[in-house]
């Protein structure tokens, strides 16, 4: 398709399990942003890549969560230790490029529940 | 740190009424944007405001933003059920977008 794909659409696990969500952007778009949505919240931006310059990590809450990226395609979040205020829906967006002038194309997110 | 606050947070109006949603925010930004989410689904961009005094406009919605007042406005004409979703407003800081709680809003007959 031709939109940013996220996939788990629906999660629920097990406090204290680890989990990965998965986020395909839109063809030809370099940069890939994770984000947090807490229920009845605004988002919360998590982590940001571009192209190959390391990812911008500031929005990640702990150091249980982490994300990669295979060059300007796939990108993967991993929770560790999976907490029940980790419970929310993880959203993706990509953009054309760098410049703030790129708008964010979202994907229809992972909806997380930790019981 | 940028803030975004809107208001209000919950909204019930009826059909056919007018009313505005409220965006402040606290830096300096020249660039806002507003999303519409249904329940469940993803965020759908309404509108993006580029400079003081930018207005746009499409259907019931026209969106505007004073740079100076840190101020975005979503004006509703004349609501119809249809429009029952949360809209939310968010403000460029970097390259991140920083958004507000948003605004459930709700259209009965």
């Known amino acids: 398709g031709a939109g940013v794909s996220q996939s788990p659409s629906n999660k629920v696990t097990e406090k204290g399990k680890d989990v990965e969500l998965r986020c395909d952007p839109i063809?030809?778009?370099?940069?890939l942003y994770w984000y947090r949505q807490r229920l009845g919240q605004g988002l919360e931006f998590l982590i940001y890549f571009q192209g190959n310059s390391a990812p911008d990590k500031s929005g990640l809450p702990s150091d249980r969560f982490s994300a990669e990226r295979t060059g300007e395609s796939v990108s993967t979040l991993t929770i560790q230790r999976t907490q029940q205020e980790d419970s929310a829906v993880y959203l993706c967006?990509?953009?054309?490029?760098?410049?703030?002038?790129?708008?964010?194309?979202f994907g229809p997110g992972t909806r997380l529940t930790v019981l | 740190e940028l803030k975004v606050e809107q208001n209000p947070l919950f909204l019930s109006m009826q059909e056919g009424k007018n009313y505005t949603i409220y965006c402040n925010y606290s830096t300096t930004s020249d660039r806002l944007y507003w999303y519409r989410q249904d329940p469940g689904k993803s965020l759908e961009s309404l509108f993006v405001?580029?400079?003081?005094?930018a207005v746009k406009q499409e259907g019931r919605l026209m969106a505007s933003l004073d740079t100076k007042a840190r101020l975005s406005t979503l004006h509703i004409t004349a609501a119809v059920h249809d429009l029952s979703a949360t809209y939310f407003c968010a403000v460029v800081s970097g390259y991140a977008l920083n958004f507000g709680k948003g605004t459930s809003l709700l259209v009965t007959p």
């Open positions: 967006a990509s953009s054309l490029g760098t410049s703030q002038y790129n708008e964010q194309f």
């Open positions: 405001l580029l400079s003081n005094g």
């Open positions: 063809s030809g778009h370099t940069a």
